[in-house]
Nanobody
């Protein structure tokens, strides 16, 4: 069992930056690929970014590529999402996810989400 707790969300102006963190419980964090997903009001949850178990590989949705950076610190059981050049359309609840394989569509564990609001 892995528990994921996100933090770092908030209100930011367009063009600003935020960094989200996701702290994982348990000794098996480094065995999971990790991802960030987001869900805007009235829309389905969508993939944003993913990182492999050791952090050597990353993958991004086209909508965030070049603006968002995913990273992880296995010694701290934490995955991060650095978000730069934020746009109003980035407003969403952001969820951390643990996956057996970082590119898999199947998510083993979800966090509870953290709200990001970007004002224009």
């Amino acid at each position: 069992q892995v528990q994921l707790v996100e933090s770092g969300g908030g209100l930011v102006q367009a063009g600003g930056s935020l960094q989200l963190s996701c702290a994982a419980s348990g000794p098996t964090f480094s065995t999971y690929g990790m991802g960030w997903y987001r869900q805007a009001p009235g829309k389905e949850r969508e993939f944003a970014a993913a990182i492999s178990r050791r952090g050597s590989s990353t993958y991004y949705a086209d909508s965030v590529k070049g603006r968002f950076t995913i990273s992880r610190d296995n010694a701290k059981n934490t995955v991060y999402l650095r978000m730069n050049m934020l746009k109003p359309e980035d407003t969403a609840v952001y969820y951390c996810a643990a996956k057996n394989y970082y590119l898999s569509d199947y998510v083993d564990y979800w966090g509870q989400g953290t709200q990001v609001t970007v004002s224009s």
